[in-house]
């Protein structure tokens, strides 16, 4: 025994009758894992896929079960292509999320990380990231994902820290990265600056306040509106545009600060709105990103009078000085109002940024950080897009790049945290700043015996996670990996961090190496509850691991995959009963499809005898028409799915996939191969029916594998089993590296699938007519067929049997035209008419007033209730848009049931 073979779980010989995902789907993980199948293989063409790195604290959700299970389709799916595949994984460190699980940890102790520095706190970090960090590595395995565990990369792991350094050290020579005094987004609660994306602009309802500002030396005087009047502590100017005519007897002029009683300049800028308010602004440099420039160009003084802590400094007086900012808000409308400076007061709704990890509202400071100039390194990746590069699927993402890209402002980089990537920068007793790769590299530039003191400041986590791409595959060496695998082929991620991942990594990989990370971008869309976001905070979020276990994991990725159609949301519908977890029709519909699969695979399983085929009459000549046309609709559904994968058409790839199986290969393939399949004498044609049974199913599960890896493996390896139990070899380990069916034109035999379509037509129209008319099963009636065309009713002729036996009809009539009939249902079909006698059958009397009955039922409700609602005033306008739509559906579905009835109602003359 091959020691792969001694790692394979046992099963035993029979398939049991029930199909239990939880039997099968905790064994084969490790089987794979064990024997190396994830890692890249052979001398095919490289395919490469990086993982979104989840961040270290992270666990599983559905966003993530979406994307997993779409990377793993594609790894799959290519690597039995023959592609040397590579799916690398990874986590990120996430610095705010994991340093503030951290200190929770700690206050729970009573402590907090300046209790202990920098060193043990950073320590204690790295202690939680060992313990308790691999939980989405745990979750991961049970999604059954497919990537090379050997390969595993964290952003803060010896060799991306390295890269990152280089990175920083190389920027920083070339004048990209530059340290100063700028307006950034404070977050009060986090402590440290964040970046323009991760500010969330929010509505809120506030005030807009009128405040009287004196000109100086004159009874004059103009009124400023403003939302946040405490900033009006630290103005050091007013401003008017320079073409308001209103204002230019002021040009040149002083306001007379209230409260304070600061002289501060009248200035005209541009960038003044003359509709806003009254057309004049007041200027506080250091806490407004506008008036911070406003500043700059007109050399106002700067005055900080909200400290990092969102508290009153001392520059904004004794009266407000240690007050929180809202408080400090309060006090000085009160006193405003007091000494008359206050006009009035609005309500004003507007937006406020706020923290997007906090939910605290920033304040814009100016203080000193770490900045990346990154215009050039945008410029370049928008015509990286342009040119074809890279692209988005769907393409209507580019146009979001570009004007992101269009517009970029030098990127803030620097975090006042303790964990991520220290910034390597060292400064000397006199404030000189040195960049290096190390401290011993700082050292020597400044010179032996100069005291040096690096940075405290961290780099923003984006900063690593933007060179994922090269920085796994070993940059800034010149590995194997990074040589074979970059660019990369594919990048599977949400819309939310285009801006902030996706844009960067082109950037920096245009930059560095000169070539685009990646040569495709899919963007997903989000996975909703019906048409609501899930959230915490609405109590809608379904965990992934709880409906893996429901449902089955192959169920949920084949849900999942099947519901993506280019980056549209994806709507889970929930059924609730009461007191009972809630039900998911679509994964429900999953998991039967999986059981169909079992059940299919079983039926096969129970029929095969020991000498049920030999290697040498596995590929038997097909000579049924059944055979011919399940062969051609296997390679026409092998090259369609092929089509719909290389298009990233999730959809298209899954439907083929459940069509062809369920409908063409059970429901007809199966049924029609019965007789042979079943026989207890294995005669010729017995054998050959077995060995052609199997042989579709083992490619059909092979077709399916990549969207549903457990069941498929479980399956294919009891076929496995029997091929080699019956002389045929060099058959490979797993399905996991077994060929991929990509599809033969020339094994499409359209004469036999036209034969089959009209053979089809026939058996259906049949059984809709005996379910239209209330036709019991046990009764059976004869059918005529009128046939033209002398083949096509050779072919019905020779396939009586199976319409007897799959419409339940007693005897079958072919001629070239159909008899005289009395009481009978008709049908024109596409190929053919058929006929029904019906005398004696049903009461034609009782079956027409049935009908009619229906019939004017359904049109009752289609005109009184869902035209009348849909024609109402002011109904399309105001209803929710998932409500108009419903009821649109519903006119629609009344419309087609009203048509069948009425066509039935023809039939009885």
């Given amino acids: 025994m091959s020691e792969t073979e001694a790692t394979k779980p046992q099963s035993a010989t029979e398939i049991p009758k029930a199909y239990d995902p939880s039997q099968i789907e905790h064994t084969w993980y490790p089987f794979w894992e064990k024997n190396g199948y994830f890692a890249p293989q052979g001398d095919g063409k490289s395919y490469c896929i990086v993982i979104p790195p989840p961040n270290v604290t992270g666990y599983l959700h559905m966003g993530h079960a979406l994307q997993h299970s779409l990377m793993d389709t594609l790894t799959r799916w290519r690597r039995m292509q023959g592609r040397k595949a590579l799916w690398l994984p990874g986590t990120d460190h996430a610095g705010i999320a994991t340093q503030m699980i951290v200190e929770k940890q700690l206050a729970e102790q009573k402590i907090r990380r300046t209790d202990l520095g920098r060193e043990a706190f950073e320590k204690k970090v790295w202690e939680w990231k060992e313990h308790s960090g691999g939980t989405i590595q ?29 990175v920083f050290v190389r920027l920083y020579r070339e004048g990209l990265i530059y340290r100063g005094s700028y307006m950034v987004n404070w977050s009060p609660k986090l402590n440290t600056a964040v970046s323009d994306l991760e500010v969330v602009m929010k509505e809120v309802k506030g005030k807009l306040y009128h405040i009287r500002y004196p000109v100086a030396g004159t ?11 405490e ?87 004794a009266d407000f000085a240690g007050l929180d900012r809202y408080e400090a808000r309060a006090k000085v409308v009160q006193m405003l ?55 988005f699927v769907p393409d209507n993402w580019e146009k979001v ?17 303790w964990w991520g990537h220290r910034i390597p920068a060292w400064f000397t007793p006199d404030g000189t700043c040195i960049v290096a790769h190390s401290e011993a590299e700082a050292q020597a530039e400044a010179g032996a015996g100069v005291q040096l003191t690096q940075e405290t400041d961290v780099l923003d986590t984006w900063f690593s996670s933007a060179l994922w791409p090269f920085s796994t595959l070993g940059w800034p060496d010149q590995t194997e990996d990074l040589k074979t695998f970059y660019p990369t082929d594919v990048l599977v991620t949400g819309f939310d961090i285009i801006f902030f991942w996706v844009a960067r990594m082109m950037m920096t990989g245009l930059h560095f190496m000169d070539e685009v990370p990646f040569r495709t971008v899919f963007i997903t869309g989000l996975v909703r509850l019906g048409n609501d976001k899930m959230s915490k905070t609405k109590g809608n979020v379904i965990d992934p691991l709880e409906v893996f276990n429901r449902y089955g994991t192959d169920a949920v990725r084949f849900t999942l995959t099947s519901a993506v159609t280019g980056s549209n949301d994806i709507k889970l519908l929930e059924t609730k009963k009461k007191d009972q977890p809630s039900d998911y029709p679509q994964m429900e519909a999953a998991r039967n499809f999986a059981n169909k699969i079992w059940n299919a695979t079983r039926f096969v399983s129970l029929n095969l005898t020991e000498t049920g085929f030999a290697s040498e009459t596995l590929e038997p000549a097909a000579e049924t028409l059944s055979d011919r046309w399940i062969i051609s609709r296997l390679n026409q559904t092998a090259l369609d799915v092929n089509t719909a994968l290389e298009n990233f058409r999730f959809h298209d790839a899954a439907k ?46 092979r077709l399916l594998h990549p969207i549903m890896p457990f069941i498929t493996e479980e399956l294919w390896q009891r076929l496995r089993e029997w091929r080699l139990a019956n002389g045929e070899t060099n058959i490979p380990e797993s399905i996991c590296i077994a060929p991929y069916p990509m599809g033969d034109p020339d094994a499409i035999d359209a004469e036999a699938v036209s034969e089959m379509e009209t053979l089809i037509e026939v058996i259906t129209r049949v059984r809709n007519i005996r379910s239209e008319m209330n036709i019991p099963p046990s009764i059976r009636f004869n059918l005529h067929l009128a046939v033209t065309d002398e083949p096509l009713a050779e072919v019905m002729r020779s ?111």
């Fill in 401 to 417: 790049f570009f004007d992101w890209l269009e517009n970029i402002r030098p990127w803030c980089i620097s975090r006042q945290l």
């Fill in 656 to 701: 083929n996939l459940y069509k062809f199986f369920w409908n063409d290969f059970c429901d007809w393939y199966i049924e029609l191969s019965k007789g042979l399949v079943t026989a207890t004498e294995t005669t010729p044609d017995v054998h050959a029916a077995r060995v052609r049974i199997v042989s579709v199913l083992e490619q059909s599960l």
């Fill in 138 to 166: 745990k979750q991961m395995r049970i999604e059954g994902v497919s990537v090379d565990w050997s390969r595993e990369r964290f952003t803060l792991d010896e060799g991306l820290s390295n890269a990152v350094r280089e």
């Fill in 337 to 391: 109002e007091e000494q008359g400076y206050l006009v009035k007061i609005e309500e004003y709704t507007h937006k406020v940024g706020h923290c997007q990890r906090s939910d605290v509202a920033i304040e814009p400071i100016v203080s000193d950080q770490w900045f990346l100039n990154v215009k050039n390194m945008a410029e370049k990746s928008i015509q990286a897009v342009k040119d074809g590069r890279t692209r």
């Fill in 231 to 317: 900033t009006m502590l630290g103005d050091t100017g007013v401003a008017v545009h320079p073409n308001d005519e209103r204002y230019k007897a002021f040009h040149g002029k002083k306001a007379m600060l209230p409260l304070v009683g600061r002289e501060i300049p009248f200035i005209q800028d541009e960038i003044v709105e003359m509709e806003f308010g009254t057309g004049v602004v007041k200027v506080t440099p250091s806490h407004d990103p506008n008036d911070f420039e406003m500043g700059k160009r007109h050399g106002l003084e700067f005055i900080s009078v909200i400290g990092k802590d969102a508290h009153m400094t001392e520059a904004a007086g």
């Fill in 219 to 229: 009874d004059e005087q103009i009124v400023v509106a403003t939302t946040r009047p």
């Fill in 799 to 909: 396939h009586e049997w199976a319409i007897q036996r799959l419409a339940r009809v007693e005897q079958v009539s072919i001629a070239a035209e159909l008899p005289q009939l009395g009481f009978a249902a008709k049908g024109v079909l596409t190929k053919l008419e058929l006929a029904i006698p019906l005398e004696g059958i049903i009461d034609p009397e009782k079956e027409r007033t049935r009908l009619e009955r229906e019939i004017a039922k359904r049109q009752e409700e289609l005109e009184k209730k869902v035209i009348a609602q849909l024609n109402a005033p002011g109904f399309a306008e105001k209803a929710p848009p998932e409500r108009v739509a419903e009821v649109q559906a519903r006119r629609e579905e009344l419309s087609e049931q009203i048509a069948k009835l009425q066509e039935t109602l023809a039939m009885m003359g």
